[in-house]
């Protein structure tokens, strides 16, 4: 006998797709100066919408607009009514959640288990949090009168496209400040549903202001002169080229960047458990998190046992259509993507470490690619120290508690790291010797807004979240 | 477990004190990630036709169950017709599993079943408290199986385990086992006093050291009963034991679960624990005795479009 899923697709019909999209400008929807592009769904590669593509003038339009909002409505706008505001976008967020997720899966080619239960749940939750700051700032730890920094610029990726979103415009607006807002060209269609939650919310026109665009608009949010604050999320490259674009301004800045997490698995760990957080260390949303767990570090003793086990963990993961409510790994967001991924695959193969995938069919159209380990993998790999933004794990193993330190700090990025096992003493050992922003204990990918995060090294600066993600946002 | 050497596990038998350390080995169970994996396993969308194929195993996994003070012969008879035409007005309706009664009750039932394919199963040593001599325990498993019972349901003894005295509880398992001759044996754990997932992980290795054919979570006398979590660490623990011993164990879930909804969950989270080779009476229980007729609700409305109110389904 054998328990077969029959399809059970998320109905599209709750999402109202445009065949084109503006720009969200001043509280209006113009059209774009430049050309326009096409956003496709990754899993099928049909093209969802045309979307424009905002050109110099239009991010200088976008600009003007969010200083006047900021200078006549916003800053000067007392908390508490900046606060009816943010909870009232939350409040419409959780209402508009089916949609909201179904669009994300659409675009982005994550399953909708996750936009369902974790992207979109999420990206209220920060909304709610940061609504609970607004009228609470001379509270915060940053002096008795805070202000707020201007027009903030911020530029966000395609991994998680809403939830990054919330994390940049939640915080923002809470301190008072105003912004605009460049989603990735791939994965434009929440940002653009946002504004018109905005619109449904009245929120005051050029507090927020999405121009979409690939990175020539990206480039044009962070240079222009009228922006006081840059943040950004994603790629180390791109990072250095801001930090660069910015040096020698007035500009603050913060960068949350690329990641090449351990994920440390001691010898009297919870190995069930640990082999899940395993799992949904790399695979969630098919790698492509920047503080995914993309290097296993296996205690030698357990290594035969945690292999075992992952394998026929990896084997029960549903690969398909992210519109199922029973898919586990949806699709690459994008063909350039995939082609990275594939590569330094390949490479992993040619160093000589050992690949297995998971056993399972690919769809034939749209971008995808199956979840993969590689066993014998060395410091020295590639695998073990580019990111590879996908659901590809290096397995390595160490035998003390100071070797996997040693091993787990080895590399230029220091943003998240795991940590398994059931001794409490052990884990505050590890943990303070990880240099990594975040921590995790017997668990692995866990977000909260309460819960500051961000980098070491070259996996940025700052901290989005918590408290302590004001301070990116205020003037002490 | 799939690389702990055979003669570990004899060891394990060998001294209370390599019991203790054996049982102790056992990877932990970390509670908060045991109970966010059967959440995630509950989100899975069960529809149309694996729908339907998940209440007919369903039916076929329950071990339907009378164990009250004021059982009657006939009672005991009109549940046994039930569980041979759980839905008298539809034969491709599978049978279930089993019949589960007190042990005076199950020359009645084997009675009732005739040479049907339906096992009756009897519970027995002391159940549900176990609170007796090993004597009387043992009499009470043999009046069940000389009744005539295939199936024996055996409680295991609580106050040794919580303290620490891991060998009087497996010299039971074996004593039992010894009793029951043919007839199968499960061992239920009560996992609802054992407290913890560490501690419901090491009770599954010790019964399955000891002989057990299966291991159950509950009496149903205690509250909680089955949960997904204890489930899912019983079933990871009778994958290892097979994966080091090459004996598989079966798992019945017993108590709670009433709705339709809940075991095909159950079922959900043994397709993707341990896999096909579970997914059948023979290895998979579910003991219940209101659960049966949400099922066949179900089962109707999924064949005629419509819900009948419960009054079109008989009581017992």
Known sequence: ?476 | MASAPPHLLGEAAASPAALRRFLHGLPGVDQVGCEARTASLSTRSIKTTSKAWALDLAISTIDLTTLEGQDTVGKVRALCAKALHPDPADASCPRVAAICVYPDLVATARAALGDSNVRVASVATAFPSGRSSLDVKLQDTRDAVSAGAHEVDMVIDRGAFLSGDYQRAFDEIVATKQACGTAHLKVILETGELMTYDNVRRASWLSMLAGADFIKTSTGKVQPAATMPVTLVMLQAVRDFRDATGRQVGVKAAGGISTAKDAIRYLVMVNETVGDDWLDPAWFRIGASRLLNDLLMQRTKLTTGRYCGPDYFTLD
């Open chain 1, 1 to 476: 006998m054998s328990f077969e899923y029959a399809p059970a697709p998320e109905s599209r019909s709750v999402v109202d797709l445009k065949s084109s999209y503006g720009l969200f400008i001043d509280g209006n929807w113009v059209d774009g100066s430049a050309h326009s592009f096409k956003s496709v769904s990754p899993a099928t590669e049909e093209v969802l919408a045309e979307i424009s593509e905002a050109s110099d003038d239009d991010v200088d339009a976008a600009v003007k607009a969010a200083r006047r909002a900021f200078t006549r409505v916003w800053a000067p706008m007392s908390g508490v009514e900046r606060a009816k505001y943010l909870y009232r976008i939350a409040r419409i967020l959780q209402e508009r959640a089916r949609e909201l997720a179904v669009l994300e899966s659409l675009d982005n080619g994550k399953p909708i288990k996750e936009s369902r239960d974790v992207d979109v749940p999420l990206v209220a939750a920060y909304f709610f949090y940061y609504a609970g700051w607004a009228d609470k700032l001379d509270h915060a730890g940053m002096g008795t009168n805070p202000q707020p920094l201007g027009v903030a610029g911020q530029v966000i990726p395609w991994n998680f496209p809403l939830l990054m979103l919330a994390w940049k415009i939640a915080p923002a607006l809470a301190c008072g400040n105003t912004v605009v807002l460049k989603p990735a060209e791939t994965t434009s269609l929440t940002a653009l549903l946002f504004a018109e939650i905005c619109q449904q919310a009245d929120l005051p026109p050029g507090v927020v202001n999405i121009v979409t665009g690939a990175g020539d608009t990206g480039r044009a949010v962070v240079a222009h002169p009228g922006v006081d604050k840059v943040a950004f999320t994603g790629s180390t490259e791109v990072g250095k080229a801001i930090a660069r674009t910015v040096a020698g301004t007035n500009k603050s800045v913060t960068l949350e960047l690329g990641g090449k997490a351990a994920n440390i698995v001691f010898d009297d760990a919870p190995l069930d458990q640990a082999v899940e957080g395993i799992v949904n260390g790399i695979f969630f949303n098919q790698g492509h998190v920047c503080c995914a767990g993309s290097r296993l570090l296996v205690q030698e003793s357990v290594y035969d046992d945690v292999l075992t086990r992952l394998k026929q963990r990896m084997a029960t993961l549903r690969i398909g259509d992210p519109l199922d409510k029973n898919t586990d790994i949806g699709a690459i967001n994008s063909a350039e993507q995939l082609a990275k991924i594939r590569e330094l695959s390949e490479v992993g193969e040619t160093e000589g470490a050992e690949r297995w995938s998971a056993p399972c069919e690919l769809p034939d159209r749209g971008f995808w690619f199956a979840p993969t380990i590689f066993t014998g993998v060395s410091q020295a790999h590639r695998i073990a120290r580019e990111e590879i933004f996908g659901p590809v794990l290096s397995v390595l193993t160490f035998r003390t508690p100071a070797e996997a330190v040693e091993k787990a700090n080895n590399t230029p990025f220091g943003l998240s790291a795991g940590v398994w096992t059931d001794k409490g003493s052990r884990i505050l050992w590890v943990a303070n010797r990880l240099r990594a922003g975040v921590v995790w204990s017997n668990t692995f990918n866990r977000f909260d807004p309460t819960s500051p995060f961000g980098g070491y090294k070259e996996s940025g600066f700052g901290r989005e979240g918590g408290r302590h993600g004001l301070e990116a946002y205020l003037a002490h």
